[in-house]
């Protein structure tokens, strides 16, 4: 393996960090659950949502991290991410798929053990089939759609499906769930999802465990905590909302080298479409990263990275492999030194969500987007780094 001091571009994961945001989710959620289960002592569970090889931070690290910390269950996208879990923990896990499953996957997700998201009584069937062809009992949980129109039974229609769903003897419903389209930025409109969904359940009269929240509504509607959380952007010490969130810290830092430096005239043009033209005569520094690497195409002449604690402006085009950002301010810059696009540089930081708004996106796909090939090698920190 190469070593850091050798890598152009790359990504830190702080797994200190990780811990730390589990503890203050924990914290939370235990103070501020309304729920009448609480009073039954019964902690509200997290769920740790690792999709996406874990929102870019590598899915078997942080995984293997959050089993360390105690975290209740894990869920993911797809079979794929499924397998890395059962990889990474053995067989005991609780791992539960948001994504629908695609017939073809349904005896190795009964074989494996893992909790598929069933929307629909057809579903249901090929589980239940597979199932008794096992010889197992299968968990499952079934989602509410009370908004969201991804996956689930429409919560109109649920309470009598979901009765019939609950008498095939192969599967044991483990929860009942939803999922809000709008946390982020409605509150009246995630309340009306919530009482939708707390209306299903009331019907039904199963004692089922029931879960909502993801980071948003954790955050902006505590009701919506419930007998279980899921929240995935908090766990990286992100906010979902404007509102700071001052008890996380964030886990991930995406890092690369200054390949190149120059001093251009006023008038000449830097990078594809010569949409900048230097005005002044100026310092350009070329950074050995482009959006192949995950730093967006539409940052272009609309992001900020730091060097020597100082935030430089990305001039130009970003381009596949490089980018070119103003330095006139920074006489002692030179190659190899190293530049921060997400996270803290002695007294300045980057956040996620700033580069997305910058982006015009959010910091979901911007973390999502960091290439996962050998140009972006992951570096791991912290007390329980391999
Ligand atoms: C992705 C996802 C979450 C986590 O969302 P965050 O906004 O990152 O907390 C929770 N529930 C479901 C169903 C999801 O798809």
Redesign the pocket.
């Known amino acids: 393996m190469v070593p850091q001091s050798y890598y152009r571009c790359w990504v830190e994961v702080d797994l200190d960090a990780l811990r730390h945001n589990v503890t203050a989710i924990r914290r939370r959620i235990s103070s501020a659950n309304p729920s009448p289960r609480a009073a039954e002592g019964r902690r509200p569970q997290l769920i740790a949502?690792v999709?996406a090889d874990a929102y870019g931070h590598g899915l078997a690290q942080v995984a293997s991290t959050l089993m360390q910390c105690g975290v209740d269950a894990f869920?993911v996208a797809n079979l794929a991410e499924a397998l890395v879990l059962r990889h990474v923990g053995g067989s005991g896990w609780p791992v539960l798929l948001?994504g629908s499953a695609l017939p073809f996957e349904v005896a190795k997700i009964v074989e494996q053990n893992i909790t598929p998201t069933i929307s629909t009584l057809d579903e249901a069937q090929l589980f239940e089939i597979e199932a008794a062809l096992q010889s197992k009992t299968v968990p499952v949980q079934v989602e509410i759609d009370t908004g969201m129109g991804r996956v689930g039974f429409w919560y109109k229609e649920a309470a009598e499906q979901i009765t019939k769903l609950a008498a095939l003897p192969h599967l044991r419903i483990e929860a009942l769930y939803t999922?809000f389209a709008s946390a982020d930025e409605n509150l009246a409109e995630t309340k009306r999802g919530l009482e939708a969904f707390l209306g299903v359940a009331k019907q039904l009269n199963l004692g089922l465990p029931l879960h909502a929240a993801?980071?948003?509504a954790l955050l902006n509607l505590p009701e919506a905590i419930l007998d279980a959380v899921?929240?995935?952007?908090?766990l990286y010490g992100i906010s979902?909302t404007k509102r700071p969130t001052s008890e996380l810290r964030p886990v991930l830092t995406f890092k690369a080298r200054v390949a190149l430096v120059k001093d251009v005239a006023a008038g000449r043009t830097i990078s594809y479409g010569q949409t900048f033209v230097a005005t002044q005569p100026m310092r350009i520094a070329t950074i050995a990263a482009g959006y192949g690497d995950g730093f967006i195409r539409n940052l272009s002449n609309a992001a900020q990275v730091l060097i020597n604690g100082q935030r430089c402006p990305v001039v130009g085009r970003v381009t596949m492999d490089q980018i070119m950002v103003d330095v006139t301010g920074l006489p002692s810059i030179k190659c190899g030194d190293e530049v921060v696009f997400i996270g803290r540089q002695r007294e300045a930081e980057i956040t996620a969500s700033e580069m997305a708004s910058w982006a015009g996106t959010i910091a979901?796909e911007v973390l999502c987007g960091i290439t996962k090939t050998a140009r972006v090698p992951r570096v791991y920190r912290g007390a329980s780094a391999a």
């Open positions: 949502v999709k869920a948001f999922h993801n980071s948003a899921r929240p995935g952007l908090l979902p979901w």
